[in-house]
Nanobody
Framework: QVQVVESGGGLVQAGGSLRLSCAAS????????MGWYRQAPGKQRELVAV???????NYVDSVKGRFTISRDNGKNTVYLQMNSLEPEDTAVYYC???????????????WGQGTQVTVSS
């Protein structure tokens, strides 16, 4: 089995910073993309940022220039550095990992349980 665990959420004032971490563990042969999504109350879950195994990244327009996604392949860990936070960034942030359990298996997406980020004005 594979476990995906996020950490680093919390309460911060507008303009502040937080760093989220997400570690995947278990019977993992390799991980392709890893990403961060968020879901605010009453809204659909949206992609925030994604990073491929080779390091290429993509961001939703609303966080470009403020958030940075990175990963440590040796630790199966992805990070999200969030700067200049705004109240509109308040949401539950979810991490996912696209995992191959063996060299020949198909890719399966695993999700973490989510971590709350609250930005006060």
């Amino acid at each position: 089995q594979v476990q995906v665990v996020e950490s680093g959420g919390g309460l911060v004032q507008a303009g502040g910073s937080l760093r989220l971490s997400c570690a995947a563990s278990g019977s993992i042969a390799s991980i392709n993309a890893m990403g961060w999504y968020r879901q605010a109350p009453g809204k659909q879950r949206e992609l925030v940022a994604v990073i491929a195994s080779g390091g290429s990244t993509n961001y939703v327009d609303s966080v470009k220039g403020r958030f940075t996604i990175s990963r440590d392949n040796g630790k199966n860990t992805v990070y999200l550095q969030m700067n200049s936070l705004e109240p509109e960034d308040t949401a539950v942030y979810y991490c996912n990992a696209d995992v191959k359990l063996t060299a020949f298996s198909t890719i399966r997406r695993y999700w973490g349980q989510g971590t709350q980020v609250t930005v006060s004005s």
